[in-house]
């Protein structure tokens, strides 16, 4: 994803001890700063963090936390709004608030629910998960994101698409 998008705040929706977050900013030192939404933030996330910023000083002061749902806190149209393994319907909430701002967003969806989450009638061809992440991507592209799909590995993780979307004023 860093290959496409420099630059701008990191907003890690339901980012649990905020890897991602660091990993982000460790990737591109440009970005300013990250935001680490959760509900709950794990014991882990402090002993990660200050890990993380012995290992790299720069990193230090340059991620915050707010430990609230993630539909409280405010984005802009210059975000990088990621989520990894937001389950279920929270992948949708991501990109729908990344959409309503027209932040860049990059999510790797999980936990499909083919009661909840709509597979656009696609089922009967592919996989019900994959459906439901084929019909999120046309919704992206249908509202004037430029998409790109790809796949980390299996051996990373079984829930290893990744679905990468910009407005397309941007990705020109």
Not at 4 to 32: C, E, I, K, T, Y
Not at 63 to 85: F, N
Not at 140 to 160: C, E, F
Request: net charge positive; aromatic share 2%; hydrophobic share 45%.
């Amino acid at each position: 994803m860093r290959r496409l998008f420099r630059g701008g705040r990191v907003v890690d929706l339901g980012g649990g001890h905020g890897l991602l977050a660091h990993a982000m900013l460790l990737l591109d030192n440009s970005s300013p700063d990250a935001l680490v939404v959760d509900t709950t933030s794990p014991p882990s996330g402090e002993k990660l963090q200050q890990a993380l910023v012995a290992k790299w000083p720069r990193l230090a002061g340059r991620i915050s936390r707010a430990s609230t749902g993630m539909e409280h806190v405010e984005l802009h149209s210059t975000d990088v709004v990621v989520s990894i393994h937001a389950c279920g319907s929270l992948t949708d909430t991501v990109l729908a608030r990344a959409v309503a701002v027209g932040a860049r967003v990059a999510v790797m969806p999980c936990c499909h629910d083919l009661d909840v989450n709509d597979p656009g009638g696609l089922s009967g061809w592919m996989d019900g998960a994959l459906a439901v992440d084929a019909v999120r991507a046309l919704r992206l592209k249908q509202a004037g994101y430029r998409v790109w799909t790809q796949t980390v590995p299996s051996a990373i993780t079984p829930k290893n698409r990744l679905l990468i979307g910009a407005p397309e004023r941007l990705s020109s």
